[in-house]
């Protein structure tokens, strides 16, 4: 079992920036990638990045493609989402999560409890 904990959300005004932190404890040598995603209201969880655990190959999705960066450190177990230029699309609850097979793409295993980002325009 692999438990993550997400943190960093809160209410930005349009153009701003927040950091995103996810605290994975547990079996985390099993996980392949790390991934962020997110849920607007009304809205079905979609894809924003994700970071292989191992080594640095990254993916992200076009919309937030040149304005977040995944990254992370394997020592502390930290993966981490700074998000510049803020848009209020953005708005939405982000998830940490984690898969334990190959491809950055597919089902993830293990998921977050979420953290708010809400950005006013």
């Known amino acids: 079992q692999v438990q993550l904990v997400e943190s960093g959300g809160g209410l930005v005004q349009a153009g701003g920036s927040l950091r995103l932190s996810c605290a994975a404890s547990?079996?985390?040598?099993?996980?392949?990638?790390m991934g962020w995603f997110r849920q607007a209201p009304g809205k079905e969880r979609e894809f924003v990045t994700t970071?292989?655990?191992?080594?640095?190959?990254?993916l992200y999705a076009d919309s937030v493609k040149g304005r977040f960066t995944i990254s992370k450190d394997n020592a502390k177990n930290m993966v981490y989402l700074q998000m510049n230029s803020l848009k209020p699309e953005d708005t939405a609850v982000y998830y940490c999560?984690?898969?334990?097979?190959?491809?950055?793409?597919?089902?993830?295993?293990?998921w977050g409890q979420g953290t708010q980002v809400t950005v006013s325009s």
């Open positions: 547990g079996r985390t040598f099993d996980n392949i990638y």
């Open positions: 999560a984690a898969k334990k097979s190959y491809g950055p793409r597919g089902p993830y295993d293990y």
């Open positions: 970071i292989r655990w191992i080594g640095d190959t990254t």
